[in-house]
């Protein structure tokens, strides 16, 4: 699972951790049978399934930011192509790949490629598609050359 999961989880419910904590240490030291460790394997378990249904939870909604930063962040991307056009250089590989690079965007792929690797600000956003912008930055950056 996701640890930005577990960390979100446990700043959310930080209160509960604890008492469930406490609870679970006043159980093994103060009762000596052996029922202190169905009490505790009880409160371990209850924590568990509680977390259970929060974790989906908080899963959902931290891929859901997550989502929303990346296409906040290709939207930007999108902007920059238009804008930084004029001083894009290209540069290409003995194998073929070519790499274009602005003051805040890198485009790597092959010339046939359907897709190209992006990096707005040294953040990777993924594979593109090569739509309409990304081909006009590759143009204008291979007349420069």
């Known amino acids: 699972m996701n640890t930005e999961v577990w ?3 446990a700043r959310q419910n930080w209160l509960i951790l604890l008492i469930a904590l406490v609870a679970v240490w006043l159980v093994i030291n103060l009762i000596k049978t052996m029922i202190k460790w169905a009490i505790a394997i009880v409160i371990v378990v209850a924590l568990i399934v509680y977390s259970g249904v929060s974790l989906d939870q908080i899963q959902h909604t931290v891929t859901d930011v997550k989502n929303e930063a990346v296409a906040k962040l290709q939207g930007e991307a999108l902007n920059m192509l238009r804008d930084e056009a004029a001083e894009a250089v290209f540069d290409s590989g003995a194998d073929g790949s070519f790499t274009v690079k602005t003051t805040s965007l890198k485009l790597e792929g092959r010339p046939n490629a359907s ?7 040294g953040i990777a956003l993924g594979e593109w ?3 309409e912008q990304v081909n006009a930055l590759i143009r204008a950056a291979q007349s420069r050359k």
């Open 115 to 121: 897709t190209v690797k992006v990096t707005y600000r």
């Open 7 to 9: 960390i979100e989880f």
């Open 129 to 131: 598609e090569r739509g």
